[in-house]
């Protein structure tokens, strides 16, 4: 078993930035691909990025591309998602989320949730 908490979410102005940390405990995340996925009100949630066990391999959906950067420290057994450039759409509550296996974005195929938390972008 893997359990995850995610921390660092808030309450920032529009243009500002964020950093989120997934901290893992249970077992070594070091052999587990680790995504990011937020959900915001009325909506279902979504993919945000996904990082494969090396950190080398990375992935984002299009509407972060480019202000998102997701990392990871094995040793630390912690993931990183450093959000810059903050718009009012990037309000959600954030996610964390392991698996095994294969680099993907499908969410249905990750094992292991955080709690989530929350990230408020106000204009």
């Known amino acids: 078993q893997v359990q995850l908490v995610e921390s660092g979410g808030g309450s920032v102005r529009d243009g500002g930035p964020l950093r989120l940390s997934c901290s893992a405990s249970?077992?070594?995340?070091?052999?587990?691909?680790m995504g990011w996925f937020r959900q915001a009100p009325g909506r279902e949630r979504e993919f945000v990025a996904t990082i494969d066990w090396t950190g080398g391999n990375t992935d984002y959906t299009d509407s972060v591309k480019g202000r998102f950067t997701i990392s990871r420290d094995n040793v630390w057994n912690t993931v990183y998602l450093q959000m810059n450039s903050l718009k009012p759409e990037d309000t959600a509550v954030y996610y964390c989320a392991a698996k095994r296996g294969t680099h993907t974005s499908v969410e249905s195929e990750y094992e292991y949730w955080g709690q989530g938390t929350q990230v408020t972008v106000s204009s």
């Open positions: 249970g077992r070594t995340i070091g052999r587990y691909f």
